[in-house]
């Protein structure tokens, strides 16, 4: 604003400068009123014209500095250095509006995410090997191979067809009526064998996402070191389970949470 009204003093002073030469040899008080007043009009659209000028050079100047932000708190952008070093003015290019950015970041983000599903599609698409023991009271060990992506429900379903012609209570059962207890957990059916691996889910007394079976050899004298073993997890009828739920092992068997966190692995009930 003090640029301004330096110009329009200075520019007042050529007024008064230039109506005098206009002025000169004018002998009607007509010509000389019409002469100021066109005088007066030219300088004022000069001025005007001035006044438009600095106020876009300081808009210009406002968005520079809004740009030169926007860089600062998102350093990731290529172009941020070359703003911030008037590169980008100097060499004339134009550059990648905000939104343009935006939409360019959204649009890889969204690549990632397609990406990462397709690939988690792939995880579960592997074939995983499951050791299992059909228990009525005693261990029948028996292994299926299914996908990481099935969920207990399907496994159970595959479960009942292996087993259907060797035991009669299976055959007759439905499959909502079987349990699979791992590590003394029974796992309800809608989780997925996926879900507890990329979760890396903890039992009672061994993890939840190894499907084998395996001890640890390892000689550990540090009871604060946890052992890294694998117990066969049991197929079990309903009915069986309502009848022997007081008795060991299914005393120590509880329904996964996946909320709840185990700290330490307790003894496994074989």
């Known amino acids: 604003m003090e640029e301004i009204l330096i110009c329009m003093t200075f520019d007042m ?55 030169k932000r926007k860089i600062k708190a998102n350093p990731r952008l290529s172009f941020s250095e070359d703003v911030e070093n008037g590169e980008d003015e100097e060499d004339g290019e134009d550059t990648y509006s905000f939104s343009e950015r935006e939409a360019e970041e959204q649009a890889e983000r969204e690549r990632l995410r397609k990406q990462w599903l397709r690939e988690q599609e792939q995880i579960k698409n592997e074939a995983l090997e499951i050791t299992y023991s059909y228990w009525d009271g005693a261990g029948h060990r028996r292994v299926m191979q299914v996908r990481k992506g099935d969920t207990i429900g399907e496994f159970l379903r595959a479960v009942q067809q292996q087993l259907a012609p060797e035991f009669r209570e299976i055959r007759t059962t439905s499959v909502e009526n079987l349990l699979y207890v791992k590590e003394d957990l029974i796992i309800p059916h809608q989780h997925s064998f996926y879900e507890l691996i990329v979760n890396k889910a903890r039992g009672k007394s061994g993890p939840l996402f190894h499907f084998d079976v395996h001890e640890d050899v390892r000689t550990i004298a540090d009871a604060t070191i946890e052992k890294d073993e694998s117990h066969a997890g049991k197929v079990v009828e309903r009915h069986w389970y309502e009848k022997n739920k007081h008795i060991f092992p299914a005393s120590r068997w509880e329904i996964y949470d996946p909320t709840r966190k185990w700290e330490r692995y307790t003894i496994h009930g074989d």
Do not use: D, H, P, S
């Open 13 to 67: 002073q050529i007024l008064e400068t230039a109506f005098k030469k206009e002025t000169v040899g004018l002998v009607t008080r007509e010509q000389y009123v019409e002469k100021r007043v066109n005088i007066r009009t030219k300088i004022e659209e000069e001025e005007k014209e001035k006044l438009q000028k600095l106020q876009q050079e300081e808009e210009e100047l406002q968005l520079q500095k809004l740009k």
